[in-house]
């Protein structure tokens, strides 16, 4: 196969599989049927693009390939005399509520993907599915679960919706909010395992998974303008995903925020960030968790060296996120800021105090691992970095937790 | 679309005065609403009595539900519902009626 029907392809998956999906679960009334009905549609396209050439309107060619395919397994389940499936999943015709000019049929199918009557791992794994396009593999290997588990989940979740009828539609304007904020979490999941891939097999940003999340965040903040938490994640990924070029060196090693080439950031995607937070600083309403976030990165994003942040006013923004959200890892994530305005001893006394919770948390050894270097404790530093290192799943952080654990020597 | 509601309880005690008045009321609303197909109230998990006839030979009658759990159905309904969302709405407002956790199951 050419490079270019490659690319193509690849390029299809990522900008049609949602849409094709959505488009034959509103048709048939069955998550599986288009599920697998789109599959097909894109495996028959690996076979015959190489032969026939790219068509001019792949995303068309695939939705009308797909729509045969599931009229063809339809016919096929009635022949053979299977009683035909009754119970399609309900929708309505009318937008649900009020809320913007932009209805987009993805919404719908993120919506059911991300319902708080399915568990919420069963969420996220059906939302990288149906709305992302992974397949099962890939989903089972990102959350280190066996692939039959994840494809039996993926499973029941589809029989969960139909059997229950959960609907596939936008949310009523009363359920609204809180449905939102489900699919922020789902989001963020995704974002976070495209920022920091996991596995051994995997690139260490998954920029697909990076940009579908955006992608989605932006088609809800379209649909939902007002919505202070959707613009504060939509600004927290632009202004995360801004430093991906300057994040991973030429050799696949992790490059921490105080070493990254600045001018590798992307500008416009800073500025698009920058601009969403100080409108909800000017909105005067409170915060919630995803703005303080966004707002955080965007005093680090506002420094032109690392030198210049403005480490006080990190503190304090995650004072504000620690009173929101009172876990271990923001505290963790604190002490970090602390250690830059207070100093490492300062900053290592309270992540010791977050062991018993976080032991088995990567990012809780490396942290300590950082701190107990600074601090000139290199046999402390090694055993921190080894533990960091076993538990590390992406490649890129593995690279440089060894570089940075030998540079140490063999103590 | 119909749902069957259970409502659980932990305990040996009866509704309140205060919680069946609730409950009339919610289940004023329900019917209101086009959603009330059935209701009814279950004497205490003790009462009940499980039979098994599936073997050859004379039937098990044995003394006592069929499963012993601190959690038992103290009573049902059956509710009318266009879909699940609907479903969880009303169930928001019953489980606060009759102050207990709802299940909410599809009929198939």
């Given amino acids: ?33 288009a599920e697998d009905a789109a599959a097909e549609a894109f495996a028959t396209a690996v076979e015959r693009w190489p032969r026939d050439g790219v068509p001019v309107n792949p995303g068309g060619w695939l939705t009308t390939t797909a729509n045969r395919r599931a009229i063809d397994r339809l016919r096929r389940e009635s022949k053979r005399g299977e009683k ?19 209805e987009d049929e993805r919404l719908r199918l993120i919506f059911t993907c991300c319902h708080p009557a399915l568990a919420p791992e069963t969420r996220v794994a059906l939302t990288l599915r149906m709305v992302g396009g992974l397949t099962v593999p890939e989903i089972a290997r990102a959350f280190l679960v066996q692939e039959p588990t994840m494809g039996q989940r993926i499973t029941r979740a589809k029989a969960k919706i139909k059997a229950a009828r959960i609907p596939y539609r936008v949310p009523s304007a009363q359920d609204l909010p809180a449905r939102v904020s489900g699919v922020l979490a789902v989001l963020f999941l995704v974002f976070n395992e495209g920022y920091l891939a996991t596995g051994p097999g995997t690139d260490p940003v998954r920029a697909d998974l990076t940009a579908e999340a955006i992608r989605l965040a932006r088609l809800v903040r379209a649909l939902l303008p007002d919505d202070g938490e959707v613009a504060g994640l939509l600004a927290l990924m632009l202004l995360t995903e801004a430093r991906r070029p300057a994040r991973v060196s030429p050799d696949g090693e992790l490059i921490p925020l105080d070493r990254q080439d600045r001018n590798a950031w992307d500008r416009s995607l800073v500025a698009e960030g920058h601009a969403l937070v100080r409108e909800r600083l000017a909105s005067g309403v409170a915060p919630g968790r995803y ?35 009172p876990s271990p890892v923001v505290a963790l994530n604190r002490a970090v ?14 992540v010791d105090r977050l062991g018993g919770a976080l032991s088995g948390y990567h990012a809780y050894h490396a942290t300590r691992a950082e701190l107990l270097r600074r601090l000139g404790r290199a046999d402390g530093a090694r055993a921190a970095y080894d533990d960091a290192i076993g538990l590390a799943g992406n490649t890129a952080e593995t690279a440089y937790l060894t570089r940075r654990r030998d540079e140490l020597g063999a103590g | 679309m119909q749902y069957l509601v259970s409502v ?9 005065a205060e919680e069946m008045a609730a409950i009339d009321v919610f289940n004023d609303q329900l019917r209101a609403g086009g959603h009330w197909v059935f209701a009814g109230g279950l004497a205490a998990p003790a009462s009940a009595t499980t039979v098994d006839s599936r ?16 959690e038992q159905v103290a009573g049902l309904w059956v509710w009318e519902a266009e879909d699940l969302d609907e479903a969880l709405r009303l169930a928001v407002e019953g489980s606060k009626a009759c102050h207990r956790k709802l299940e909410v199951r599809p009929f198939l």
């Avoid at chain 1, 119970?87 to 932009?102: K, L, S, T």
């Fill in chain 2, 8 to 16: 659980i309880h932990d305990g040996s005690s009866t509704g309140t």
């Fill in chain 1, 1 to 33: 196969m050419t490079a270019d029907v490659t690319e193509a392809i690849t390029r299809a998956h990522h900008e049609e599989w949602a849409r094709v999906v959505a488009a034959l679960t509103r048709r048939f009334g069955d998550l599986d049927v």
């Fill in chain 1, 291 to 325: 703005q303080v976030l966004a707002a955080i990165n965007a005093v680090h994003t506002s420094a032109r060296e690392a030198r210049d942040t403005d480490w006080s006013q990190i503190v304090a923004l995650y004072d504000q996120l620690v009173r929101l959200d």
């Fill in chain 2, 55 to 70: 073997a050859d030979g004379p039937p098990t009658i044995t003394d006592g539900p069929f499963v012993e759990t601190k």
């Fill in chain 1, 84 to 102: 035909q499936r009754a119970a399609v999943m309900w929708h309505d015709d009318e937008p649900a509520a009020p809320v913007g000019a932009v």
């Fill in chain 1, 337 to 350: 800021a602390v250690a830059e305005l207070d100093g490492p001893e300062v900053a290592l006394a309270t």
